[in-house]
Each structure stands twice: as structure tokens, then as C-alpha cells.
């Protein structure tokens, strides 16, 4: 059997890939590892398998320097947010294989709209499953605090717009006291989920020190935006028992994060914005309740004075009465008296007369009884003297009478 | 002695009535109970006449206020 020299071998393996893949075509991976040399991009591209677990293909990739300007030329920033790890694009490769270097696919052109739309569907599954576990409503019924003057502030350090966001809320022109408490986080590249979902764990723990907590960074890729669409973290922001404001700096669509969230805000100085205002809206409301509270209570002391005025004339025309009444009833009395004496003077007469009546009638009983007699004509009684011959006598004892007629 | 209240000679007033309408007063008292009854009469009226020129004054101190 012929035995090869590895040149012999590798320039048949180069002449027969020419001669089967001499045109360009399109294939899709995903970037696994990107840097940049002399101007030129070399990336690790992989398949996984459909578990994600597995590397099923794995090869080198180059973006020549002046393909890169041509390209960057055609489709501006976008290109810089795919050639991002961990995005799946779709390449216009060449597949070259050199006796020395080995396979490499030489990459003419990049298809966005293949990494969106497959963005854009990771994003439907990621919302669909967040709603399916009743997540996706969570943070965003809760309501704010009155007032927001303990901020959990999830961010780099080092992230454009974390000092904007410290020096805004500091100068608020109302003197709010607001204190910020950083959560480091990665806020661009492949930590960003892991360092939100565990910072999110210990925000829970101690979320009792907070009125909400805010994720904020300056603007950054498109692509870059990919982790808050994750799945994992986009749950543990739902579960965030404070209020969750972003601030995460983006002009197009907002992420999932942004729609999980309470409140979603373009820029960091936004955020800030939206927490003044909302503390001046309750200092706000606090002078209303004021106002309302000294209107109402001098309604109530003009009502009891009203009826004090009111009692006041009630009791006079009631003592006023009273005194009348009080006169009446000396009228009436004084009236009264002087017959009610006389009445009863007549009484005591009346008594008098009778009495002697009385005495009469007894005194002329015990002289019969003794003897004496009393004699009467026509009814009256007569002395000697008077009596004359012929008149005719009654006598009266005490046992009875008799008639007689004077002789003489 | 102190002033007998309005009450307590209207009372005594109102027992002189009722006694001399059930004839309970003794003919000897008669003269001196008909004087004590305009005593006390005169004396109620003298309150009430106080009273009402009290109550007078206060109007006026509304009034002027």
C-alpha cells in the first residue's frame, strides 16, 4: 500500500475539498469563543446537541480585517452584536483547508435577521413559560412603597450610568435622603445571569432593608441584552418580593427583564428620575391632606359654633319662657287667694249661723222639759199683755199641746 | 337668715293655696296667711323681674359682640 508524506496527504485533502466546496455557502452555529488579532476575528464555532449539553461540530472561523470593514460598512453596529459568544448566526463561509493550518471557514458575509428571528422566538418560548408558571405578572402587581428611599441597585461598579443614576438622585433638587446599596453584577458579557439570579437570592434575604431594586447599566449591544432575556434570571427577577425597576439602556425592544419588571425605564438617569418624582408626588399629596385636613376642620368649628349660637338662643328663649310661665301662675295665685279667703269666711259665717239656730232650738227644749210652756197665736209667740179676750192660744209642753180660747 | 330660694317660697305659696282650698286654714290664721301669701308673691316677682333684666343683659353683650 502507498504510504503518503502528511503534505501529500493534506494538499489531496485541500484539493479535494476545493474541488466539492469551491462556492461559498451558508451555514449556521453558534459563536462559542470570539477574539480579535491584527485586526481579525478568529471564533470557535460549535453545534450543540439538542439538549445544549454536547459539542456535536466544532470549527474555526476567521472575519478577515477588510471583509470585516466591508461588512461593518453595510450593516453599522449590528455587526459588532453578533460577533458576540453565545450568539447563533447564520455565515456566508468559505471552507478552506490549508496543508498547514488546517479546516477554516472564511466568513463573507452574516445574516442578522437569522440571529434575531431566533432571539425573537427564544424570547416567545422564555415569556410563554414565564406566564405558563405565573411569573410573568409577579413583580409588576406589586405596588410601590409610598415613598422609595432605600435603593437596591443592581449594577457593575465600573457600568456607564451607575455614577449618572448616584449623582442624579443626590442632587434632587428637593433634598430627598435617598441611600443606594450596590449589588455587584456583571452587566454585559457571559455573567450576567449567574451574577443577577445569585445577587437576586441575597436581595430576598434581606429585602426588609429595601423600598425596590433597580437593574441599571449604560447602553450596550443588542446582543449584549441576551442574558435578560434568559429564562433563569427573568425567574428570580419575578420572585423579587421589592419592586423591580430597569434602567438597562436600550433604544429598541425592550427585553424580557424590562417587561417582568414593575417598571421599565430607558436609562439609568430615568430611573432616578422616575423615584423623585415619585417621592415629590407623595410630599405632594401630604401638603393636599393638609390642606383638606385644615379646611375640614374649620368646617367642623364653624358647624359647632353655628350650633352653639343656635343652643344659646334655644335657652334664652327657653328661660324666657319659663319666666312667663312663672308669672302666670302668680297671676294666678295672686287672683285666686283673696276669694279663696273670702270663701272661706263665708264658711266660717254660715257655720255661726247655724250654730245659732242650734243653740235656739236647745235652749227652748230644756225650759219645757222643766215645766215651762210656750204659747203662741197664729204662729207666734204672745205675752200677757197682748193677749186678748177671744184669741185663740196654742200651748206647747214638753209632752205635747193643747188649744185653748181666752175668756177674759 | 339666708333668701329663701324662687322654689322653696313658691312652694310655700302653692301648700297656702292648696290648704285654703280645702278649707285646712284656721280662721285666726286666716288674715296672717292671705299677708304671708303676698309676701311671698311679691318676693317671686321681685326674682323673676331679676332674672328677666339677667337675662336682658346677656342679650345685650351678644348683641355687642
Known sequence: MHTYSLYDLNEYIRRVLALNLGDALWVTGEIAQIGLSRGHYYMDLVQKSPEGDELVAQSQGVLWQAQYRQLRRQMGLTLDELLTEGISVRLKVKVDFHERFGLKLFIEDIDPTYTFGLLHQQRQEVIRKLQSAGLFEKNASLTFPPVIQRIAVFTSATAAGYQDFLAHLRNNPYGYAISTTLFEVAVQGAQVEADIVAALHRLSMRSQDFDVAVVIRGGGARTDLAAFDQYALNVAAAQCPLPLLTGIGHETDATILDLVAALSLKTPTAVADFIIQHNLQFEQNLLIAGQIIQKQAQVHLRDADRRLVLLAQQLKLGAKHEVIVQHRLLDYITQTLPALARRRLQDADLQLAQLERLRQSLSAETALRRGFTITTREGRAVRAAEVQAGDRLLTRFADGETNSTVDE | ?65
Do not use: T
Not at chain 2, 324662687?6 to 292671705?34: F, N, T
Not at chain 2, 323681674?49 to 355687642?64: L, T, V
Open chain 2, 1 to 65: 337668715m339666708k333668701a329663701p330660694s324662687y322654689e322653696s317660697a313658691m312652694q310655700e305659696l302653692q301648700r297656702i293655696v292648696d290648704d285654703m282650698q280645702e278649707g285646712a286654714v284656721p280662721i285666726d290664721e286666716l288674715a296672717l296667711k292671705a299677708a304671708k301669701a303676698a309676701e311671698l308673691i311679691a318676693f317671686c316677682r321681685n326674682k323673676l323681674r331679676a332674672i328677666e333684666s339677667e337675662i336682658q343683659q346677656i342679650d345685650a353683650q351678644e348683641n355687642e359682640g
